[in-house]
């Protein structure tokens, strides 16, 4: 070995082996002289950054405190957690901008309005936004937030000052509060003392469901596109009004790894809607910056290697897509205080310093680069409305007749990103041709063609799609009442009291809820499994399968009381809701016909734990809890034994490995089915009890080479990775053919349904042939990467949703996931009318 990589060699050693638990002088030095009046991190805490993991409310009182003592900065709260966490924001400048913000965000502001077109490029303060900790378990950058806040609130340095004058700074420090207390809670209680760097050491292993997530277990890195969730949805509120020129996203990945910094690899789309300046000539304009910083202080990292921003829901791409500069950063984590890794320990506090530096580099560049920050922004904004090719798209019309609660909370999405919506009688309309052009384009446009075929993440965000909203591109436009909110979106007529019956629509999004609400008030309800047409308070109204009966002679309440839960139904959920004083039908069955079937109250079981995927669980968790109001019991895997099974009519396994359940407990499970109950699969789980041979139905396996000394081809080690990561279903958008007349098709009105497929579990249609619900249909790519093997080959022709009898129960068999990121509206009632309906849904016998 030569003696220069020798050297580095042994340089990159000590850097990793060193536990530098110094104080702030490790961190800070060059950033004398500090204002004593304002206490430092250490000062506040009582211990040194990196000693131990810090909590967010910790966090919150200090920059309360900066605020506080100090004229350059001031504090908000842009909202709550699930768990009720303030979210925080430090804003920090000079006293004079901080006191002028107003004034300077009204300046600023200008340069997002595409009909007006300000000069003063150097005069204004850059907008950056420096957002840490999306990641619960990635806790380094909210150790790094303070000290960041502390340099800029304290520190007297020239550097600092001449930051402060040409930036306002906005630290959030902690996106994910609830994540983040979860995993520090454990770092902190599994610290040895003196410190344990053992892999294997408990510290370094977190218990289900690990603390990556936020209360309902979802990746908030992944919910800037689909605002789901209570801190997505005030940072977009935030974000809208603030329009900052660089957005920071700070991650940790392996323990043997380095640093990442921007650029990225090659954006994975052929024809990507986010400018080629922003990935390529602003992100080669920040490198160097990081790079310094970083060598400053002898640390290694990468860059163009991993990582993709082609998804535009992450925090380092989102922004993308609003006119700044989003950054990613991405430190090897210590996963606790000390770990040990190929080059010796990585300790806290050294990732929480290149964190820091990281983020003192970013002001630097951004100040720096003030005149080409903005012009970028303006004409971002400018070109959404005036690069806008002839004979195209001039919008989108969309719009579904039979639900309208559907149709509200995707025009909620789109009020959320900013985007305009008109009114057009009874649909809306959505121009291109707008300052949000390209969320337009995220939105409605679909991708057959990619450069890359391995993606870090989806390769399909269509959000109409998730809401299975129809829509049509028109070639001209003719706009009217533009929408500015969703208030008026649903309007239903009023329920009328009636001594004989009411029908609730089953078509319409909240309909589950409602039903739930009325059977926990003690309600008897029955859904229809035919069609019928029925005069009633509104007149002759048709009614579709699955509609609601509310019978009122049936109950064991007076007629007043029934009214008043169903009147408290229709108001709580918005429900279409009629009365009617006649059980004679105009057309189809009759209010006594058999083909009303009385609905028992689901008494769910969710199973959770070591070896269930935590995402998808949290996603029927939070569909239940937020949308339904219905509480499902969480099982632990270890508890599954104790668990009396009887006493629930409905048992959900999500994606898992269930290595836990023994052959007896399998048996357990099945007999449990057989007496009348409902087994419900999603993903990876109808793989398990199709293995299993819980049912008989089969999966389309990839046939295994069986010919000896066949010759294979040749191919370069270097393309390994790709190759094989091209046969990965890493999510993507396919049409389905569903049979709109089963008991999990009701509620829809079209066959033709998009679902989700983020696996590789492939169901051969049933032999039965009433049993397969839902298959892909000829030709059923609707957007997204998928290979050809695995399209023509695997994916055609499968199902996507099966039933299978056991005795007088039933399995229900997802192949994709209904409730994905919780934001599949198109398809989250397949998956509740498997939980309402499921006694009353079984398989005829035929012969075979």
Do not use: C
Not at 635 to 660: C, D, H, I, W
């Amino acid at each position: 070995m030569k003696l220069t990589q020798l050297l580095i060699l042994t340089s990159f050693i000590y850097l990793f082996t060193t536990t530098p638990l110094i104080g702030q002088d490790y961190f800070l030095k060059d950033k004398t002289p500090f204002d004593d009046k304002i206490p430092s991190p250490e000062e506040f805490l009582g211990y040194p950054i990196g000693e131990q993991h810090t909590r967010h409310d910790q966090i919150v009182a200090y920059f309360a405190k900066l605020a506080e003592l100090s004229e350059r900065a001031s504090i908000e709260s842009y909202g709550k957690t699930h768990e009720n966490r303030k979210l925080i924001i430090l804003t920090v400048s000079t006293p004079e901008n901080v006191k002028g913000l107003s004034r300077l965000k009204e300046q600023h502001l200008k340069y997002t309005n595409p009909s007006i077109t300000p000069s003063n490029y150097n005069e204004l303060p850059i907008f950056v936004q420096l957002g840490y900790n999306v990641h619960g378990n990635e806790p380094s950058s909210s150790e790094a937030a303070m000290l960041t806040a502390y340099a800029l609130v304290a520190s007297n340095s020239p550097e600092i000052k001449t930051y402060l004058e040409n930036a306002i700074v906005f630290i959030d420090p902690t996106i994910n509060p609830d994540g983040r207390d979860r995993h520090t809670q454990w770092a902190n209680q599994f610290k040895g003392n003196p410190l344990v760097s053992d892999n294997y050491d408990a510290e370094h292993n977190e218990g289900w469901p690990r603390g990556r997530t936020n209360h309902y277990w979802f990746d908030l890195n992944r919910d800037w596109l689909l605002g789901i969730h209570p801190e997505s949805r005030g940072k977009l509120t935030w974000y809208h009004e603030w329009y900052p020129n660089v957005v920071t996203d700070f991650h940790e990945m392996g323990t043997n790894s380095t640093y990442f910094f921007e650029p990225m690899k090659p954006i994975g789309s052929q024809d990507p809607i986010m400018p080629k300046e922003n990935y390529e000539d602003l992100n080669n304009l920040f490198a160097p910056y990081f790079s310094n910083a970083l060598n400053n202080i002898g640390s290694f990292y990468f860059t163009k290697e991993a990582f993709d921003g082609t998804y535009p829901g992450y925090g380092s791409s989102y922004p993308d897509l609003q006119g700044a500069l989003a950054l990613l950063f991405e430190q090897a984590s210590s996963r606790g205080h000390l770990q040990d890794t190929d080059y010796g320990t990585i300790s806290f506090p050294f990732t929480i310093r290149n964190q820091y530096v990281s983020s003192i580099a970013t002001i630097k560049a951004a100040v720096e680069n003030k005149e080409t920050l903005r012009k970028y922004q303006q004409n971002f904004f400018k070109s959404a409305v005036t690069n806008v090719a002839k004979n195209t798209i001039a919008g989108y019309e969309f719009g579904d007749a039979y639900d309208q609660n559907r149709n509200k909370a995707f025009i909620d999405k789109l009020l959320l990103h900013k985007i305009k919506v008109y009114k057009k009688g009874d649909r809306y309309v959505v121009p291109v041709k707008q300052p949000q052009k390209r969320m337009v384009q995220t939105i409605f446009e679909t991708y057959n063609k990619y450069r890359d075929s391995v993606f870090y993440d989806a390769s399909a965000w269509s959000v109409a799609n998730f809401y299975n909203m129809k829509y049509k591109g028109l070639k001209s436009l003719s706009l009217e009442e533009e929408v500015t909110s969703t208030a008026g979106v649903v309007d239903i007529t009023k329920v009328s009291k009636s001594d004989y019956a009411y029908i609730m629509d089953w078509d319409d999004y909240n309909a589950p809820a409602a039903l739930y609400y009325m059977q926990s008030k003690g309600l008897l309800v029955a859904s229809g499994f035919k069609p019928f047409s029925i005069k009633t308070s509104a007149g002759n109204k048709g009614f579709n399968y699955g509609s609601v009966l509310i019978p009122v002679s049936k109950q064991k309440k007076t007629s007043d009381e029934v009214f008043a839960i169903v009147k408290d139904a229709q108001e709580k959920f918005n429900v279409p809701v009629f009365s009617t004083n006649t059980g004679f039908s105009t057309s189809g069955i009759d209010l006594g016909s058999g083909n009303f079937r009385k609905l028992d109250t689901p008494k769910a079981l969710l199973l959770i734990g070591d070896g269930v995927n935590s995402y998808e669980a949290g996603e029927v968790w939070h569909l239940l809890d937020t949308r339904v109001h219905m509480p499902i019991t969480k099982l632990r895997m270890s508890m599954f034994n104790r668990a009396p099974l009887k006493e629930y009519n409905t048992l959900v396994m999500v994606s898992g490995g269930y290595q836990q359940l023994d052959s007896l407990q399998q048996k357990k499970i099945k007999e449990w089915v057989s007496h009348g109950n409902t087994l419900v699969t999603i993903a990876n789980a109808s793989k398990w009890v199709i293995d299993k041979k819980v049912v008989k139905e089969k999966l389309i396996k990839k046939e295994k080479d069986t010919v000896k000394n066949k010759t294979v081809k040749r191919l370069p080690y270097v393309d390994a990775r790709e190759n094989i990561g091209r046969e990965r279903v890493g999510g993507a958008i396919f049409e389905v053919d569903l049979d709109i007349t089963h008991p999990l098709g009701f509620g829809y009105r079209d066959a033709s349904l998009p679902v989700y497929k983020n696996n590789e579990v492939f169901m051969a249609p049933s032999k039965n042939p009433y049993a397969t619900v839902a298959k892909y249909t000829e030709d059923p790519h609707i957007d997204g990467f998928v290979s050809t093997d695995n399209y023509e080959n695997y994916l055609r022709p499968s199902a996507s949703l099966l039933v299978s009898a056991i005795g007088s129960g039933r399995v229900i068999l997802f192949a994709d996931n209904p409730n994905f990121r919780g934001s599949w509206y198109g398809t989250n009632r397949l998956f509740l009318n498997a939980l309402f309906l499921g006694k009353h849904i079984y398989v005829p016998k035929v012969r075979e």
